[in-house]
């Protein structure tokens, strides 16, 4: 992405300053929270522990006198939204979710510890760092007597991590009409934010065939796993690096004994592009080759399982990184503004048109394994940029 160093206005910096300096004495307290929030266990799938993480949240927001929405999440736990109005214009959106990778019982077999500038422990990077950036950021400009926007609100979301089906709706309708949404994924290990991010998703692949002895009349079986295998090197075959297609077969599943000719067999498929328009080629292919390998007396179903659209670069991110890097240049370093593979819920946000900006918590990596981590040390310019940055969106509206 183009990059530009504008300006910021006296107010704006001075508003970035401040919090540094009100965050700045709170960090002890974050990394309180911090491991507060690690030790509650959020799989996605676990409702029960979402929930906990997410009372904890409301019952923070609550001290604000946040205007409160709930989504019911049917299998998954309730979404919500806490919306401030101030004295302004701008309306802003922070984008967090809850839920983490990780099942029941991670935290107690991981907890949370602290290794030189790191504090490790399920979930500190994805994203329960960036959860309470957002919180310290606002309380840091509350705290400060700032109510220059017209509507802060903080969309919290409980299944982002397997493409938001319950909250997409929801989180869409809460940031509909904002004038900025600020999503609180963790900053690169390079500290990097992100501007732009591959779309796509998961496919499941399913195969049926005739089984049959395999060893009698093999003959009178049709093998739904040699079609699958056939489909796999297709898929496979339409990954271009360069072009920026890619489809990977992540799982295989057939047959039931070496004996048995199998009658079923299925595949789940991640396939990501970087445009729209891409996608739409690249599944036309894939349609393509799939319906080519298939071997007589087998059928298969080729089913999207989730799905983000990508988020192509546009103005609007455009404009809040160059602010992004006119707070951060105040506060006395640099971000950049990247292009990443992974997909988040700003990929719903930038795909309706508005103001996306993303990678806006604390710099961390190495999420969804074991040695995930967040850097202590970009904690509080972190949470400084965000709420210099609210700011700044709001000065200029």
Not at 134 to 139: D, G, P, R, S
Not at 148 to 157: A, K, P
Not at 279 to 298: N, V
Request: aromatic content about 6%; hydrophobic content about 40%.
């Amino acid at each position: 992405m183009s990059e530009a160093n504008p300006s910021l206005p006296t107010e704006s910096a001075a508003r970035a300053e401040a919090a540094r300096h009100e965050l700045t004495p709170r960090l002890p307290a974050f990394l309180a929270d911090l491991e507060t929030l690690v030790h509650l266990d959020s799989g996605t799938y676990d409702r029960d522990d979402v929930e906990r993480v997410s009372a904890w949240v409301k019952a923070r927001c609550a001290g604000w006198g946040a205007e409160m929405d709930e989504h019911p999440g049917g299998d998954f736990a309730n979404s919500f939204a806490a919306t401030l109005h101030g004295q302004g214009r701008a309306r802003i959106a922070l984008l967090a979710h809850l839920d983490t990778v990780f099942p029941h019982g991670t935290a107690a077999a991981r907890p949370f510890r602290i290794e030189g500038d790191h504090a490790l422990g399920p979930g500190t990077c994805d994203m329960k760092a960036g959860l309470l950036a957002a919180i310290y950021a606002v309380e840091a400009l509350r705290s400060g007597g700032f109510d220059g926007f017209g509507r802060l609100r903080l969309i919290c979301t409980t299944d982002e991590e397997v493409g938001a089906p319950s909250s997409r709706g929801f989180l869409e309708r809460q940031a509909a009409g904002a004038d900025a949404v600020l999503v609180l994924e963790a900053g690169r290990e390079n500290g990097d934010i992100v501007g732009q991010r591959r779309g796509g998703g998961f496919f499941r692949l399913e195969v049926t065939g005739r089984s049959a002895h395999a060893g009698v009349e093999p003959e009178k079986g049709r093998s739904a796993a040699l079609t699958l295998s056939r489909q796999v090197v297709a898929l496979h075959a339409l990954t271009d690096l360069a072009a920026g297609y890619t489809i990977n077969v992540g799982t295989l599943r057939a047959g039931s004994r070496p004996n048995v000719v199998p009658d079923h067999a299925v595949a789940e498929v991640d396939v990501r592009t970087n445009t729209t328009d891409d996608m739409a080629a690249l599944l036309a292919r894939a349609e393509a080759a799939l319906a080519r390998e298939a071997l007589e007396g087998t059928g298969y179903t080729w089913t999207p399982t989730q799905f983000r659209p990508p988020w192509e670069p546009n103005a609007g991110t455009e404009r809040l990184a160059a602010l992004a890097r006119a707070v951060a240049g105040a506060l006395g370093f640099d971000v950049r503004t990247a292009a990443t593979g992974g997909t988040s819920d700003g990929n719903f946000t930038a795909a309706l048109g508005l103001p996306t900006l993303d990678g806006l918590g604390p710099v961390g990596g190495l999420d969804h394994g074991p040695l995930e981590y967040v850097a202590i040390s970009s904690i509080v310019p972190r949470t400084a940029l965000l709420a210099g940055l609210i700011a700044g969106i709001a000065e200029e509206s």
